[in-house]
């Protein structure tokens, strides 16, 4: 796989986790509007919305790292040795 692969999958794969993470919580908003009537009104939207955050933020958490990575390994740097790494556009520093 290409880096340019890699970098879309890793950028692109987050927020679709969270988005599909959300629709419970979108499914029993618009039930609650539609059968309890309002917004915040069905019976299992509290837990639903503390799942929902609890299980966004862990899935955020776990894939910071993945995604940083990636997006760093798109600078070209060269190795310096005991001076370490510069960018190789950035030798005038």
């Not at 950028?11 to 609650?32: K, M, Q, S």
């Not at 609890?54 to 060269?78: R, W």
């Amino acid at each position: 796989m290409s880096y340019d692969t890699k970098l879309m999958a890793y950028t692109i794969f987050p927020p679709t986790v969270v988005v599909l993470l959300a629709t419970p919580l979108v499914v029993t908003l618009f039930l609650g509007r539609m059968f309890h009537g309002g917004w915040k009104m069905h019976p299992r939207y509290e837990p639903v919305y503390a799942n929902t955050w609890q299980h966004g933020v862990i899935v955020l958490f776990v894939t910071y790292p993945t995604v940083s990575v990636a997006s760093l390994l798109g600078f070209s740097c060269q190795d310096l040795g005991s001076e370490g790494h510069r960018l190789k556009a950035d030798f005038n520093l």
